[in-house]
């Protein structure tokens, strides 16, 4: 579990991963009430890291993630779910680079 502000409201907000066969992030955004409303996203593969930083520095937090294509896969890619005025959603994603692995 990793915290972020996601809709820049000033409330601490959570997003889960699973690195077992997932392909799924779940974020909490924290309401007014102290309760969450959770947001499940669907990546294209498989979560192997999650980061929260202000990937383009404008002062608000980012998710970037790396999945891999499919399970063991060398294939992976680096996705950045930047926030928008709408917080982090599914379309904003903007950058999406293919890597491949390099073994010594
Ligand atoms: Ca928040
Ligand atoms: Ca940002």
């Not at 498989?46 to 980061?51: P, T």
């Not at 709408?86 to 073994?103: C, F, K, W, Y």
Request: charged share 25%.
């Amino acid at each position: 579990m990793l915290t972020g502000d996601f809709n820049s409201d000033g409330k601490t907000d959570f997003v889960t991963y699973s690195t077992e066969l997932d392909t799924r992030m779940c974020l909490y955004i924290q309401k007014d009430s102290g309760s969450f409303d959770i947001q499940i996203k669907y990546l294209p593969g498989y979560v192997q890291a999650l980061k929260v930083v202000d990937n383009n520095h404008d002062g608000k937090d980012d998710i970037v993630v790396d999945i891999a294509s499919n399970w063991a896969s060398n294939n992976r890619r680096i996705l950045v779910y930047p926030q928008s005025n709408n917080g982090i959603t599914s379309q904003s994603l903007t950058q999406e680079l293919t890597v491949r692995q390099v073994r010594e």
